[in-house]
């Protein structure tokens, strides 16, 4: 038990406080429209940070970020007929 506890929070304060950090920067930057090289660096570390979140606020993360992934997938297929 103490092993499997250390070791959740350990992973928690380790990998998913930046990674939540790095989500929220990453957000507020889309709905401030305030996009720079910041925001694309983020954008490129988000996926695999999120990953790394433990628990359900982790794939509640993950499962928005594959459901925005898909629409904007789908838009541009049909934006090229491809769909």
Same mark, same amino acid.
């Given at each position: 038990w103490a092993t499997s506890s250390v070791g959740e929070w350990t992973? +928690?304060?380790?990998t998913g406080f930046p990674a939540l950090?790095?989500?929220f920067m990453f957000a507020n930057d889309l709905v401030t429209r305030k996009v720079e090289h910041r925001t694309l660096a +983020?954008?490129?570390v988000l996926p695999v940070l999120a990953s790394t979140i433990?628990?359900?606020i982790g794939e509640g993360v993950q499962g928005v970020l594959a459901w925005v992934i898909t629409k904007i997938g789908t838009l541009v297929a049909g934006a090229f007929g491809i769909a």
């Open positions: 992973g +928690l304060i380790i950090f790095v989500t +983020l954008g490129a433990p628990g359900p």
